[in-house]
């Protein structure tokens, strides 16, 4: 997880690739929850209420065509809710979404419940 870039993500890559000037991402990234996932064009339902708030997104250089979160994702004071899937987001003013996917299992927490995704838990690859 995630998975899949968004079209909007491939269309970045693809134009880095080709040595176009693609637009580059507004760092940090930002790393939503999801009870709804999206697809290539459609944003998943964003967790709202309690203490949530997207958290910033650090991960370490790729090597094998693949990269992780560098350090834990925790998501305190989380609203009762079942999340299925995350999505990460560049930081914009006008935030755009890059990539989304499913959790490899889907994770319910009750109102004022921690969510924490460890260390090398998210991985991210083009392949």
């Keep these: 997880m995630p998975d899949a870039l968004t079209n909007t993500g491939e269309n970045r890559a693809l134009d880095f690739l080709n040595g176009l000037s693609p637009t580059a991402p507004t760092t940090p990234l930002k790393v939503a929850l999801v009870t709804a996932n999206g697809d290539d064009t459609t944003a998943g339902t964003e967790v709202t209420g309690g203490s949530y708030a997207r958290q910033n997104l650090s991960v370490a250089a790729a090597v094998g065509g693949a ?61």
């Design 67 to 127: 990269t992780s979160n560098s350090a834990d994702l925790v998501w305190t004071g989380m609203p009762a809710a079942t999340v299925v899937g995350v999505e990460i987001w560049d930081s914009a003013g006008t935030p755009v979404r890059l990539w989304y996917g499913a959790l490899s299992a889907s994770r319910t927490v009750a109102a004022g419940d921690e969510l924490r995704l460890t260390a090398g838990s998210l991985t991210l690859s083009l392949a």
